[in-house]
């Protein structure tokens, strides 16, 4: 089976476009380019003006509007001044962030000051974390005796009256209950008594 070719990747194209522009030192039209960038460098047609944006979007590549029409131009001079200046950039930005790493390592070794392992220290620790157990003991605790908090105390006596008061109203109707089953057992019999007689 035979491989596919693998297609050049962005900046593979954007380089070879640029090639065309310092090879030639001329001036051309996006249709030019769409003609020339496949045949010489491999670059698709349909991918031409993304590359040819991107390269005029970062100033490598020089536009201008002539009437109707955009031309488009690099000359070699240009991407070296270019590339200085991206190189200036990059410099000051290195140096910049040589400044901070070094500012940064001082501060670091100034906060080591005094904090060196010492007996006092390693006894300082050891209380911290024994004074840290007693505190989550001490929470277990006040959770255990949280029953006898007076808010809680209170709610239990408020559900106490609630049950209460609903079983009096229970008690209350139960003589109610009593008769209306009464009576209904009394006619269920009576009826099934003459019933029977008349059988």
Same mark, same amino acid.
């Given at each position: ?11 593979? /194209? ?9 090879? !030639?030192?001329? @001036? ?25 944006? %991107?390269? @005029?979007?970062?100033?490598? @590549?020089? &536009? ?13 001079? /240009? ?11 990059? $410099? ?29 220290? !390693?006894?300082?620790?050891? $209380? ?19 029953? &006898? ?11 106490? /009256?609630?049950? /209460? ?5 229970? !008690? ?21 008594? %003459? %019933?029977?007689?008349?059988?």
């Amino acid at each position: 089976m035979p491989s596919k070719k693998k297609g050049l990747s962005a900046e593979e /194209k954007r380089a070879r476009m640029m090639e065309i522009f310092f090879e !030639t030192k001329d @001036v051309f039209q996006l249709k030019d380019m769409e003609k020339i960038a496949p045949k010489e460098k491999g670059i698709t047609a349909m991918s031409v003006k993304e590359v040819l944006q %991107s390269l @005029v979007d970062d100033g490598m @590549v020089d &536009c201008e509007r002539i009437g109707t029409s955009n031309y488009y131009w690099a000359f070699p001079s /240009k991407a070296l001044h270019a590339r200085k200046r991206k190189l200036e950039v990059l $410099e000051s930005q290195l140096s910049e962030g040589n400044q901070k790493h070094a500012s940064l390592q001082k501060s670091i070794e100034k906060a080591k000051i005094g904090r060196h392992e010492t007996e006092e220290r !390693t006894m300082l620790a050891k $209380e911290l974390s024994s004074l840290r157990d007693q505190r989550e003991q001490l929470k277990t605790e006040v959770e255990k005796y949280k029953e &006898c908090d007076p808010q809680v105390v209170e709610e239990i006596r408020q559900a106490n /009256k609630v049950a /209460k008061e609903a079983a009096n109203r229970w !008690t209350a109707s139960l003589p109610g209950v009593e008769s209306i089953t009464r009576n209904h057992f009394l006619c269920s019999s009576m009826r099934s008594n %003459s %019933s029977s007689l008349q059988i």
